[in-house]
């Protein structure tokens, strides 16, 4: 690592000392991250990490910080186990413990161990009755019995369980050198050795599902003896108290925020969020060490070789620059990555056990079966803890005990709150029928089958950005829109199009006469960049450009754009804008680009400027969008304002894509480049010239101001609101929403509308399973009652049918290459509408027609994965297909990619490890296609990666380095890239489902094309 210029010595806290971050850590951790986040501390012996981007940076990097610990006190406690290892012998040692604790593993197996452990443990609690302590009367036996089956220690108690964990860990603590807590803890350190010898010999002639089973089934790769002994004392120490702590935390967190329980009681999907709130709240592991391997500099402070490290989770999951009012608790934030399970070589391999045994199983059965669980009224819980924290007392009351028989976590049908809103049938509204208004539809379809939902669209056409803003030649996003297309099916949804609020229908009648009105109707209008000059004539919106390109009624005038065209904007919009002015007609094969717009705006133009205020690491373009540039050789790409030389590649993802570039790094242009493209990095546009039109734009980039000749300026810097629409000004008179999109009772924001213009498909999801959520709550809790009958449509409103004849003409008459030519004017539009002529029940309705699956279809989804997400994905796409298309799932693993078949589809499923390699499992078949290169010619797959975003640098390079490298060998990839982030709140198995979808889609289309 460079040393900057300007990296300062340790500051000292001598203020610091361990009682008081015992008892409170945060004022302390407040006061050192406002400080620069690297402290040395000398209470503690250490320097302390407690920023954010500080910890994500040592555990990025194992090779300057290493967990490999001299005279590390945990060894001489428990052994050398993997936790105090770097890699690759730790991994040798992971390896060995992952098969128990994959994703598959957990749902097939241990969650039914769960759940019984639950019982019993439940009925322990009972039977102490009101008064009993949740911490030692449940959690801890709790979590004992679990880590007891999940390791195969049968001949344990709970109790020795427990005393085992808790003397291992303080041995680990004994900073302070106290006898008596090492001799305890060498006492347990011996009684595990006998307990676990003696399960070695029996799991011998028993095998099962457990760990020590799994350690003995493959003998030749055996672990020694002593690595077998250390990682299961570590095991106990970390697998016990950590899911103790987060129940109980998670406990006190509900007992504490009544608001935020009668939440999750009314919407049980929710406790997997109160989980990850709680470890971000309060993680269960506070500290834990590393030392640096050489001298270095972290968040600006020098460090020297040997450094002892205490890197703070408990600091980093309240950064204040991360979250808004990190010390509150709120299930309903903003979800970003917490940091509670640490991150790269270490990241905890029990994560999905824990969340299974804690919001899965215990959750669930306290709150469920016990009715009335309060705290104790006349007993104060205590909360303690730096290194590890949690509660250390917890007593509660209950009034009454539901019965456990049957399943012990669902929700009893006696929860009047649900009941009373899956019974509910209010008549909602939702304003716009974008990606926005169709995901809310579906989750309020999804709570409450019995709603009656009209979803209104100024325009015939239902969709919005999915049909006008996605670019024509990511067929694969709009693909999405075929689910949408199902919602339509229920006789409950009606799609009221041609309807413009504050036209055809006033703001108020809307709300007088629907339960609940969602307005989902985006931002349209392009964000100004306020400089002189821009009223000029040849200065364009990018949403007007992509309006064009897409056909949207209101764009009916194709600007001219001349020669040269500056980008001002580094999104993705700007990208897009970009990518479909660079590219030839010719490779957009399989778009439904309006051909005549495209040739006319692009006819002229030779020179693209991009022009970008951010440094090109920082620079808000999708990396990926940038690889789909490059394989355009024609198109010639120089850089200013970065230096390729200045960083390795592979360190970051953005400069990597822009290697990608032909003309840009060492890749070669085609000698035929008809197109140059030159980005500016950290250039600020000052203003724009030219007497009645453009003539040129003057940029301050590196120090200096020059002009640029230009014809025309597109600007891709954001979206507004549309001031003058009648919405905007019914709001403008209403107080603002809150966080949740909920303006009033009966009123919500959604989508664009609620967090600006940011976010992508899948964000709206979530975001609309929450929105769901609150309108349910608001129902349930009488401030929104179901007596409305809604309005009948007017007479010049659209259905959901004329939709489906636009679709059918649209379709039909696509022009060669292209999977339909839109219809582009309103009238057009309308008069197809209503076109009762055309027959399309047959082909279109119930998704039958070309949205569904190609009849003789063969699919193989083959995953790569190094601790099973990709496998458990690539079986639920398994069972979402069955019976829809003859289909087979594999690990990539073993499998010769000569001998892949082109009679079949392949979905590729591939995580990414390392610092962005490919995943163990997929490895040969990775090096296969690079080593012999077989032709792959005829074979056609979709990739789907899953990552992690707070990898910035690698996210889901794993999965992209084997698409590259399948079609380097001539293999035709359908579709985008799909992708799961590890940090978001998605469950990867959806974020698949919905891509797959689309892909699926794209072939039934393309099937259906004349060839
Ligand atoms: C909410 C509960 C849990 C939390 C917050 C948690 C947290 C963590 C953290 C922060 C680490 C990394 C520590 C470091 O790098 O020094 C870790 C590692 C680990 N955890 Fe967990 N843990 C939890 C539950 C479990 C459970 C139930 C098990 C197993 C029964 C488990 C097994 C492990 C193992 C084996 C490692 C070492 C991984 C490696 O070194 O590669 N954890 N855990
Ligand atoms: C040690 C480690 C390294 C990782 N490195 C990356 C990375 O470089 N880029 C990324 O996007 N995700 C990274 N991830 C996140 C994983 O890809 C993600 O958790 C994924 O869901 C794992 O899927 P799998 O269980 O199928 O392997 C990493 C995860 C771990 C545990």
Redesign the pocket.
């Known amino acids: 690592m460079n040393k900057p210029l300007n990296a300062r010595s340790a500051p000292v806290a001598d203020w610091v000392d361990i009682k008081t971050l015992y008892e409170d850590p945060y004022p302390i951790y407040q006061r050192l991250r406002r400080e620069g986040g690297v402290h040395w501390v000398p209470s503690v012996n250490r320097y302390l990490i407690t920023s954010y981007d500080a910890v994500i940076a040592t555990e990025h990097d194992q090779d300057t910080f290493s967990a490999n610990e001299t005279d590390s006190l945990q060894i001489r406690a428990m052994g050398h186990s993997m936790l105090r290892r770097d890699d690759p012998e730790h991994y040798r040692e992971r390896r060995q413990w992952q098969s128990v604790f994959k994703p598959n593993a957990v749902k097939n197996v241990w969650t039914r161990t769960f759940h019984e452990k639950g019982r019993e443990q439940l009925a322990f609690l009972i039977d102490k009755g009101p008064g009993a302590d949740l911490i030692w009367d449940f959690s801890a036996p709790f979590a004992a019995e679990c880590l007891k089956s999940l390791l195969g220690l049968y001949n344990a108690s709970a109790q020795d369980l427990q005393r085992w964990s808790q003397t291992l860990i303080d041995a680990t603590g004994n900073y302070a050198e106290d006898p008596a807590v090492w001799a305890a803890g060498k006492r347990s350190f011996d009684e595990v050795d006998v307990a676990l010898d003696e399960m070695l010999e029996w799991h011998l002639h028993h095998r099962d599902h457990s760990l020590i089973s799994s350690l003995l089934s493959s003998p030749e790769e055996q672990m020694p003896i002593e690595k077998i002994r250390a990682n299961i004392k570590m095991s106990i120490g970390g697998g016990l108290n950590e899911p103790r702590d987060a129940l109980g935390v998670a406990a006190w967190a509900m007992l504490t925020h009544p608001d935020q329980r009668r939440a999750v009681e009314r919407d049980p999907s929710l406790w997997s969020t109160v989980f990850d709130e709680t470890i971000r709240w309060i993680a269960p592991i506070g500290l834990y060490s590393r030392q640096t391997t050489k001298k270095t500099v972290l968040a600006g402070v020098e460090l020297p070789r040997g450094a002892r490290l205490g890197i703070c989770i408990l600091s980093a999951n309240r950064d204040e620059s991360i979250w808004e009012r990190p010390d509150e608790f709120d299930i309903h934030r903003e979800v970003k990555p917490h940091l509670a399970f640490s991150k790269?070589?270490h990241?905890c391999l029990g994560a999905r056990a824990a969340r299974a045994e804690v919001a899965d199983v215990a959750m669930p059965l306290l709150f469920n079966h016990l009715e009335g669980l309060e705290i104790h009224p006349d007993q104060t819980p205590t909360v303690g803890g730096w290194v590890f924290r949690g509660m250390l007392s917890l007593p509660v009351t209950w009034r009454d005990v539901r019965p456990l028989e049957g399943s012990a976590t669902s929700v009893p049908v006696s929860n009047p709150a649900a009941a009373s809103e899956r019974e509910a049938a209010p008549h909602v509204a939702i304003v716009g029928s974008g990606p926005a208004g169709c995901f809310t539809a579906k989750e309020i379809q999804r709570r409450m089958p019995g709603a009656h939902i009209d979803l209104v669209d100024r325009l015939p056409v239902p969709y919005g950005l999915l049909r006008y803003g996605v670019a024509g030649d990511h067929q694969g996003t709009k693909a999405v829109s075929r689910q949408f297309d199902r919602l339509f099916d229920s006789p409950n949804v009606r799609f009221v199009g041609n309807t413009t609020i504050g036209d055809q229908v006033s703001f108020e009648e809307l709300r007088a006469n629907y339960d609940a009105v969602v307005l989902a109707c985006g931002m349209c209008a392009d964000r100004r960049l306020d400089i002189a000059g821009e009223r000029l004539a040849g200065v364009f919106g990018a949403g007007g450009i992509t309006r064009r390109l897409n056909g949207h009624p209101d764009e009916t005038d194709t600007p001219t754009l001349g020669r040269r065209v500056a980008i001002v904007g580094q999104g993705n919009v700007a990208i897009d804008v970009l990518r479909l002015l660079s590219i030839r007609s010719c490779d957009l094969e399989g778009s439904d680009i309006d051909d005549a717009v495209h040739g006319a705006l692009t006819r002229e133009i030779d020179t693209l400027h991009v022009i970008g205020r951010s440094s090109a690491e920082k620079a808000r373009f999708d990396p990926v969008m940038i690889r789909e540039l490059g394989r355009f050789s024609n198109i010639e790409h120089r850089l200013h304002g970065v230096d390729l030389e200045r960083v390795p590649e592979g360190k970051d993802a953005r400069l990597d894509a822009l290697r990608t570039l032909p003309g840009a790094g060492s890749v070669e242009v085609d000698g035929r480049a008809h197109m140059t493209v030159e980005w500016w990095f950290e250039a600020v546009p000052e203003r724009i010239d030219g007497q009645r039109r453009v003539e040129g734009m003057v940029l301050r980039h590196g120090g200096e101001t020059f002009s640029l000749e230009v014809d025309s300026v597109i600007t891709a810097i954001g979206f507004v609101p549309d001031k003058g629409d009648a919405i905007s000004r019914a709001l403008a008179e209403l107080p603002d929403a809150a966080e949740n999109g909920r303006v009033e009772a009966g009123l919500y924001l959604a989508g664009w509308l609620r967090r600006g213009a940011r976010g992508t498909i899948p964000d709206q999801r979530t975001d609309a399973r929450a929105l769901a959520g609150v309108l349910g709550a608001d129902i349930a809790s009488g401030d929104v009652r179901c007596t409305r009958q809604g309005l009948a449509p007017h007479p010049e409103a659209t259905d959901i049918d004329g939709w489906r004849r636009i679709d059918h003409v649209e379709c039909t008459r696509a022009a060669s290459g292209r999977v339909r030519t839109k219809l582009c004017t309103l009238k057009a539009l309308l008069e197809s509408a209503r076109d009762n002529s055309l027959n399309i029940e047959r082909e279109t309705r119930g998704g039958a027609g070309h949205g569904d699956i190609p009849e003789d279809l063969s699919v193989s989804i083959l995953f790569g994965?190094?601790?099973?997400?990709?496998?458990l994905v690539a079986e639920e796409l398994e069972q979402a297909l069955d019976g829809r298309c003859e289909v087979a799932v594999s690990d990539l693993d073993g499998i010769d990619p000569g001998a892949l078949d082109p009679e079949r589809f392949y979905l590729i499923v591939c995580?990414?490890?390392?610092?962005?390699e490919v995943?163990g499992s997929a490895r040969d078949f990775y090096q296969a296609l690079r080593d012999d290169a077989p032709d792959l010619s005829g074979i056609r797959f979709a990739s789907f990666g899953?990552?992690?975003s707070s990898?910035a640098r690698?996210?889901?390079?794993g999965g992209e380095l084997l698409t590259e490298a399948l079609t380097a060998c001539g293999a035709t990839r359908i579709g985008e890239f799909g992708r799961h982030d590890?940090s978001g709140s998605l469950a990867?198995s959806d974020v698949a489902l919905d891509w797959a979808e689309g892909v699926l889609a794209l072939l039934a289309e393309e099937a259906s094309m004349p060839a």
Request: hydrophobic content about 25%.
């Open positions: 790269g070589t990241v994965t190094e601790s099973g997400n990709a496998e995580s990414t490890y390392g610092d962005g995943p899953l990552g992690d990898y690698t996210f889901f390079r590890a990867a």
